[in-house]
């Protein structure tokens, strides 16, 4: 009796005549031909047919109903007719009349003219597609939605058995790329500088599946039951216990997530799954496996949210049913290279930043805080390599070159050994750079730079004397309270600013007040969600609208630079009315001290961030008001160009190097000099050396980078006739081109300036 397929108990039927095919043992053809044989006549289809991935092409393996002379004959390339298309996006294709369909490729030998109807659904492992399974019917019909789900089950167990080796030997399985083994390039975005050897180790790890058919669907329904209770209490009890902890934009993301967990469709296609004698586990794989499918033709930034979330989702459940160890973190190899879509820079820091080799993102932007952290750490990163989750294996070796911006995947023993040399030319470099460390920059033509270290922790302050900078021109504060579930209390933002000072010894340090919002969210302060979160309630903008927190800050900051010299600067100002307030607070805050009977540091400046350009075009107006300023090109560039530093599809699209953005930093330098305030560029850009070249022939003295920024640019300028290059630069900033990178490159090549 041939079972309708429109029926769970269909489901089920096709999986246990699978499972007897398994058992009946035979070759692996024998098997594949029994295979195709039985879905078509349980299908009530014409045509079955198996096609898999061998190299760059799809080849049908096995076949009923086309001709058995095409079977490792027809061979489609890689996007090639509808099994093509359906390799390419992951997705089912139901056609009611496929020879009209544009990607229609007629072939032959197979003899299919007749046929009309077409269902094709993906073999999927890991993300990997890895071949397609086809019904065709002469008939004129449109397959029922139960159909396309009961060839994707059996698609799916066919993936796991190919993958597994359990069909036995056959030669051309040998070849089929059930799971990624080759070496592999993937080209991306340099994000941090660096070299990197060691093994994948998956952000969102892909749990491997047991069993994937099970007897006994209660048994396996009570297991997803409680499963499911696992995740759901465990978001529950995040929200409840302690409301005060998870606010804002945090609780917004967790309440959303918790909503989707409890979403009854969500169970129901899990349910359905079971019923049709998957195994728990192996119904969330399929599941989750719709949910990428759908994220990778989604265009819609809020339904592609919601993907990611019902994603996470599937990944969480799947690691209950796994019993496994929710922490990721603790499960982390010494040598590992991290992998993830995105990253925020909390995330990152939750990791141990000493702890990682190296990241590699399959999207991120190199303006993002995660990029920046990383940079303050010296972990080479890589971002935007297109294709690499689906690529990637857990505990794949890997060279991340993040000086090329590639990332290796599984490379030959040659390669390795060719980066491992690479490695030790780079140690070599930064010999040299350890050999100018305790000198002061200055260009060939004696020109003196001041070099100074960007800083977030006080392990990056540490390190100012090992980088060799003068002093610190900038210490991201928020640091400290995006990596703390809780408030830091007054003591300990004391305790950490002191640090930070004792590290510095007489250099000097620059404090930046809090600069949340945007990118940058503490889980202990509470935001509202934002449709333009970089345009929106960010750094002293919420400072001064909840002027007790940037009160308790300051606090500090005076009672750990008592008797000192206290350096505090404040982000994102775009009116004066604005910084007069913030200098307004300090002074108060000094009084209010000062009342107490407290000391009070020796010596205080307040400084102002150039950030947005409506303070870029003010700064004659702040002669007198500041101490100084600071160019955060970050952000100044962001608003300069309108394109958002966190958006990888416009942050890199243009560049600070552009006669448009070098005028304007121009201006800028003089406008500066002519209201006597001493300004400095600490931007991420500062610590790159051609832009560091272009900077100082523009007239800048002063500039606050990353760490690893400070050996290489003090070697650039030990080169760099700054009066040369500043004949050079200044008649290009007339020029029309979008970029004045190329001319500035050769100029450095030609004049023996390493860059
Ligand atoms: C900047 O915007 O350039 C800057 C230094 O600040 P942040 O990167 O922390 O926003
Ligand atoms: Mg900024």
Known sequence: MAAHPSSIGGARILLRRLREIMEAGGGAQERLDRLVSMIASTMVADVCSIYLKRGRVNELFATEGLKREAVHTTRLKEGEGLVGLVAETGRPLNLADAQHHPRFSYRPETGEDPFNAFLGVPIVRSERVFGVLVVQNK????????????????????????????????????????????????????F??????????????????????????????????????QVRERLAALLDGDVQRIAGESRDVLETFHALAKDPHWEARLKAGIRAGLSADAAVERVRGEHRARLAGAADPLLREQLHDLEDLDNRLLRALAGADPSQAAAMPHDAILIARNLGPAELLEYGAERLKGIALEEGASGGHAAIVARAHDIPMVGRAGGLLTRVEAGDRII??????????RPEPEVVRAYKQRQ???????????????????????????????????LDAHHVADAGAEGIGLFRTE????????????????ALYREVLAAAGD???????????????????????????????????MGLDRPALLRYQLRALLEASEGARLRVMFPLVTTLEEFDACRGWVLKEIAEAKRKGRAGPAELEVGVMIETPALAFAIPRLKGRADFLSIGANDLMQYFFAADRANPRVSDRYDILSPAALRFLKQIREDAAAADLPVSICGEAGGRPLEAMAFVALGYDRLSMPAQGI?????????????????????????DKVSLRTDLASYAKSSGIAV
């Open 424 to 458: 030790e030319l780079r140690s070599a470099r930064a010999a040299e750079y350890a050999r100018l460390r305790d000198a002061p920059a200055v260009t060939k033509d004696g020109k003196r730079v001041i070099l100074l270290l960007n800083a977030g922790l006080a």
């Open 711 to 735: 050996g290489p640019t003090k070697f650039m300028l030990a080169a760099l006739d700054a009066g040369a290059a500043a004949a050079f630069i200044l008649p290009l900033l007339d020029s």
């Open 139 to 190: 008939a004129s019909r449109t397959y029922g939605e139960d159909e396309v789900e009961a060839l994707q089950l059996i698609a799916q167990v066919l993936a796991e058995i190919v993958a597994s080796n359990a069909l036995g030997d056959l030669s051309e399985l040998k070849e089929v790329e059930f799971k990624p083994s080759r070496p592999e390039r993937l080209g991306g975005r340099v």
């Open 400 to 409: 991340l070159d993040a000086e090329a911006g590639e990332v290796r995947l």
């Open 192 to 229: 941090s500088e660096g070299l990197a050897i060691g093994q994948a180790f998956l952000h969102e790890p892909h749990t491997p599946l047991g069993r994937i058919v099970a007897d006994d669907p209660v048994a396996e329904e009570a297991r997803l039951t409680a499963g499911l209770a």
């Open 507 to 541: 250099r000097p340090v620059t404090f930046r007040t809090l600069d949340l919002g945007g990118d940058k969210a503490a889980p202990s302060v509470q935001t509202e969600r934002e449709e333009n979160p970089a345009l929106g309630w960010r750094g002293v903008r």
């Open 479 to 494: 640091f400290q309270f995006m990596v703390s579930e809780t408030l830091p209390k007054q003591e300990s933002q004391v």
